[in-house]
């Protein structure tokens, strides 16, 4: 059978094996040369059309972080207070806020701004521990020169004798890090959404999301008591006395880095009293040490501590709970009473002026 080597020979082409393997590697990168400027130009037009949409997205700014130069659009449209308060904390309407989890919601930043001259956002977050609170209070106090005050919900969970604590959901820490974290996760598709809302926003074809950040989630609601508490982010029965508080520790150095008349409040917050823990008990000493390393951590300054995790005749009320840990608003009213008291003296009453679209 003849051979398509053998056909060309006859033709008079070539006349040995290796003039064949010349032209049929001649023909082979000539054949490629159009695949590979194709995929040259595909590649080009890839990373061309990428790296103009990472510099739109950053100068769109989709979470108001502030850290480069943007178009100037004001706020979010973001109801999700883990990438909201972005935003919030550096609004510079506000020189005060409230910092927490679900513990710490239902207090009421226009009463405290109504009552103290100060202007506060909420920035609690449900569902939140040390780890996150401690990320927004860092961007909080790094994003503006002037701190009025700062009240800070402090449940048991600051009481954990580890800071490698789990996560209950997840956290954009990327958001409230360094700009470098920032550049490397900020392309990804939530982003986008939150581009196109404030390009919205900016149109007016979208609402601006409430800066002060505050909805009483109560009001309307008919809750019926549910005695059950969610699990503790670490199990105090078991530590070893004396215990130790590395959230502490790393809180009370923020705290030191405050400005000197930025006031600080930290509340433990009240729980349901047949939840808490029993009299003389191993738990029951770790909190105790941890609400007197918690006063201590403020004492320098002014403000300082709240302490309503009691055992009285409002805990034991279950009528002031919704369930083991979430108080009623009457509850908040009083600890807001608390708050305004403990943060003292020379706080000048009724000049603040929030937002407009606060309330």
């Not at 506060?120 to 996150?132: C, K, N, S, V, Y």
Request: glycine share 8%; aromatic share 8%.
């Amino acid at each position: 059978m003849e051979t398509k080597y053998d056909l060309l020979c006859l033709e008079g082409q070539f006349t040995t094996m290796e003039d064949y393997g010349r032209m049929s590697s001649s023909t082979s990168g000539s054949d490629a040369r159009p695949w590979r400027r194709w995929i040259t130009l595909f590649a080009a037009t890839f990373l061309g059309l990428g790296g103009s949409l990472f510099v739109l997205l950053l100068l769109i700014d989709p979470y108001d972080t502030g850290r480069f130069p943007t178009l100037g659009i004001v706020g979010v449209s973001d109801n999700t207070p883990r990438t909201a308060h972005v935003s919030r904390a550096r609004d510079p309407a506000f020189d005060s806020a409230v910092i927490g989890n679900s513990t710490g919601q239902l207090i009421d930043p226009h009463r405290l701004s109504a009552a103290t001259g100060l202007r506060f956002t909420q920035l609690t977050i449900p569902a939140t521990g040390p780890r996150e609170q401690m990320a927004i209070l860092d961007w909080f106090r790094t994003r503006r020169e002037k701190i009025g005050a700062i009240v800070l919900t402090t449940d048991t969970s600051w009481c954990a004798q580890t800071l490698d604590l789990p996560l209950r959901y997840p956290f954009p820490f990327w958001l409230y890090g360094g700009d470098l974290d920032y550049l490397r996760h900020v392309l990804n598709s939530k982003s986008l959404d939150r581009a196109v809302w404030r390009v919205q926003l900016a149109l007016g074809s979208r609402t601006r999301s409430d800066p002060v950040g505050y909805s009483d989630y109560t009001l309307g609601r008919n809750f019926i008591f549910v005695e059950a508490m969610p699990v503790p982010i670490e199990d105090l029965s078991n530590i070893v006395l004396p215990p130790r508080f590395p959230w502490l520790d790393r809180l009370t150095r923020v705290v030191a880095q405050l400005p000197a008349n930025a006031r600080m409040v930290l509340v433990m917050p009240p729980v349901f009293a047949q939840l808490m823990a029993r009299a003389g008990s191993n738990e029951e000493q770790v909190v105790q040490a941890c609400k007197a390393a918690l006063a201590a951590a403020v004492a320098p300054r002014p403000g300082g501590f709240v302490d309503a995790l009691v055992d009285d005749a409002v805990t034991r009320d279950p009528a002031n709970f919704m369930d083991g840990v979430h108080y009623r608003s009457n509850l908040a009213r009083t600890l807001e009473d608390r708050i305004i008291a403990t943060l003292g003296p020379g706080v000048q009453a009724g000049h603040a002026r929030l937002p407009d679209l606060a309330h």
